[in-house]
């Protein structure tokens, strides 16, 4: 596993933790659909909120959330379709959240959540 | 999330809106956003802003930025509003205190290094900010000396972005003074002062000159090349007087917005000079461009004199566009980004060969240009122009005697002294009417003010039976006569006086 994926995987397991931690009940982690995967599905009260992790090292190549382009978030709209396509749940409301963290070089690892960003 | 607010002004003409710029960040991807008609100029005040923040080493908010400017129906254009959309970012941003920046003016474009860089127009635009009760403006450096001419105006000149965040009280560190961006006037520099004694001979030229200065009268030289039409032409502005405090406002404004002052030397309180070349096209000369319309040579000699060298030169359009200027004293210019208004009340100097060889003058003997050719390069000053000049007269080779005899002619400061009294007369007997000087005045005053002293009016009358002049001639021809009237310190034009305006009316033809 190359360096930058485990960096990925590391802030996913980190945003998962804080949902948790929030309340919120995690239903499908790195589900691979036609289209790409999604990060982390969850259910936060009776909303379905697909979450996109975004993790970076430092902020040289800019802010994590800046990554999640107009093209990322329509594929994620099409993904959340197809993942609700391949389950039984039917939740009252959609949204897609993105979750930017930043892990520094020392220290713990900063989490920004940016709600409802479609 | 966060919402900023603070002022901007956009120019429509000489005319300035206050614009309210708004800035609201929302917790979301990060983007930034621009809208409310802005101009491609105005669109990349984006990318500005945004390199100009991060290089005045303040943290670029990590939010869905979208700033309006608003009124969001009226056309917005150039990059005066770069400060004011940081200003209202960072207020919203909570960098600056939200409220202190509220009713505030800003103007200035910013550099990618955070630098403020001067624009165009901050004079009519601190104008506008003060008639609409917005007294606080903050501008470039290199506009401060310029915003400052405004009364009332209490300007701050800032050289940065990180300075104007400083002085907002932003938690930053007090930046070093950063060396101010100087601004950079198009115009040349101010012509050397030409004095009227360096022409030699022209008596008659002179006289003409002068009654033009002291009348305000439009004026077209004939004669031959190297007669010193053109230097005549250059040294009517030493000769008109100073211009009044709103006349000086009105003409710095034009040429604030067109780029051609400097505001070193505060407000502009000479006639100014233009001579465009004969190869300009009709939007250099009127005005024009793309999106919002620039002023152009007509506007900018506004209050003082368009020279037209070599005018059947000039193309025809460009003769007739300056027909609306020369009946209104304004021009209006309409573009798709609409329509502005600039001021053109200027005198208007035509300086023009006899025939395309340049001989024709007096017998013409020595002309070497087809009849055909002679008339085709008239027909090119329309009559509706000419019969707008008040003064015709023919600049001749001067002689042997003439130069050697008269040693210097009458220094620009004697001659602008007659001019000024003259001038001082016609303000006192225009006093409560809407004109100032005897070319602006319609003749039925003049008739009437003259009465009906039939005794006067035979050289005219036999002029215009004669076809030499037409009616609104014989108007142009008394103004002329009151003027000169003016000049002799007489309380009304006599015989005389209509006999001289008759000859400087028709190029020595009228009178037989």
Same mark, same amino acid.
């Given at each position: 596993m190359r360096a930058k994926d485990a960096v990925g995987r590391y802030g996913e397991t980190v945003a998962a933790r804080y949902l948790l931690g929030e309340g919120w009940r995690v239903l499908d982690r790195n589900w691979r659909g036609p289209d790409g995967e999604l990060d982390i599905v969850a259910l936060h009260a009776d909303a379905l909120v697909v979450v996109e992790v975004k993790t970076r090292r430092g902020l040289g190549y800019g802010?994590?959330?800046?990554?999640?382009?107009p093209r990322k978030l329509a594929r994620l709209r099409r993904l959340t379709a197809q993942w609700l396509a391949a389950h039984d749940v039917h939740p009252r409301s959609i949204r897609i959240d993105v979750i930017a963290v930043l892990v520094p070089r020392r220290g713990a690892a900063s989490l920004e959540h940016l709600v409802g960003v479609v | 999330m966060g919402l900023g607010r603070t002022l901007g002004v956009s120019l429509l003409g000489l005319a300035g809106h206050i614009i309210e710029v708004e800035a609201h960040l929302a917790a979301s991807v990060p983007g930034f956003s621009l809208v409310g008609l802005p101009d491609a100029a105005l669109a990349e005040s984006r990318d500005r802003v945004r390199a100009a923040v991060t290089s005045s080493a303040i943290d670029w908010p990590q939010r869905k930025i979208t700033v309006n400017l608003s009124p969001a129906s009226l056309p917005k254009s150039g990059s005066g509003f770069d400060l004011a959309i940081a200003v209202a970012m960072l207020a919203g941003a909570g960098v600056l205190d939200v409220s202190r920046v509220a009713d505030i003016v800003h103007l200035g474009e910013l550099g990618l290094d955070g630098r403020l860089r001067p624009v165009r127009g901050v004079l009519p635009a601190v104008i506008a900010a003060v008639a609409a009760g917005y007294p606080r403006v903050v501008v470039p450096a290199a506009n401060a000396a310029e915003a400052a001419l405004v009364p009332g105006a209490l300007v701050l000149g800032a050289a940065s972005l990180a300075e104007v965040a400083w002085r907002y009280?932003?938690?930053?560190?007090?930046?070093?003074?950063a060396v101010p961006v100087p601004a950079v006037v198009a115009?040349?520099?101010?012509?050397?002062?030409?004095?009227?004694?360096?022409?030699?001979?022209?008596h008659q030229a002179r006289a003409a000159l002068e009654v033009a200065a002291a009348g305000g009268h439009h004026l077209l030289m004939v004669g /031959?090349? =190297?007669?010193?039409k053109t230097m005549l032409a250059a040294r009517l502005p030493g000769l008109l007087p100073d211009l009044t405090e709103s006349e000086a406002v009105e003409v710095t404004a034009v040429h604030s917005i067109a780029g051609?002052?400097? /505001?070193? =030397?505060?407000?502009?309180?000479r006639p100014p000079f233009e001579d465009p070349h004969h190869t300009a096209t009709p939007a250099a000369v009127v005005g024009g461009g793309s999106g919002i319309p620039r002023p152009g040579a007509a506007s900018r000699a506004h209050r003082g004199v368009l020279f037209m060298d070599?005018?059947?030169?000039?193309?025809p359009r460009v003769l007739e566009t300056l027909r609306q200027p020369l009946e209104h004293g304004e021009l209006v210019i309409h573009r798709a980004g609409g329509s502005a208004r600039y001021p053109a009340r200027f005198q208007l100097v035509l300086a023009a060969n006899p025939c395309p060889c340049g001989k024709?003058?007096?017998?013409?003997?020595?002309c070497t240009c087809q009849p055909m050719a002679r008339r085709r390069y008239w027909a090119r000053l329309s009559g509706p122009l000419l019969d707008r000049v008040d003064l015709q007269v023919e600049v001749h080779q001067a002689s042997r005697a003439e130069i050697d005899g008269a040693g210097r002619g009458e220094c620009s400061a004697a001659v602008a002294g007659r001019v000024a009294a003259a001038r001082r007369v016609q303000a006192d007997r225009l006093?409560?009417?809407?004109?100032?000087t005897n070319a602006e005045v319609p003749g039925h005053w003049i008739r009437s003010v003259l009465g009906a002293d039939r005794s006067l009016m035979v050289d005219l009358d036999r002029a215009l039976d004669r076809g030499v002049l037409s009616l609104r001639g014989v108007d142009r021809v008394l103004r002329v006569a009151w003027t000169l009237a003016d000049l002799a310190g007489r309380t009304a034009p006599g015989r005389a006086e209509i006999g001289q305006g008759l000859l400087l009316r028709t190029r020595g033809q009228g009178v037989a």
């Open positions: 802010h994590p959330a800046e990554a999640v382009t | 009280g932003a938690d930053i560190a007090q930046p070093p003074a115009g040349r520099a101010a012509p050397p002062d030409a004095d009227l004694a360096e022409v030699l001979g022209q /031959p090349p =190297g007669t010193g051609t002052f400097d /505001p070193g =030397g505060g407000l502009m309180r070599e005018a059947p030169e000039f193309s024709a003058i007096g017998k013409g003997l020595e006093a409560g009417t809407p004109w100032r």
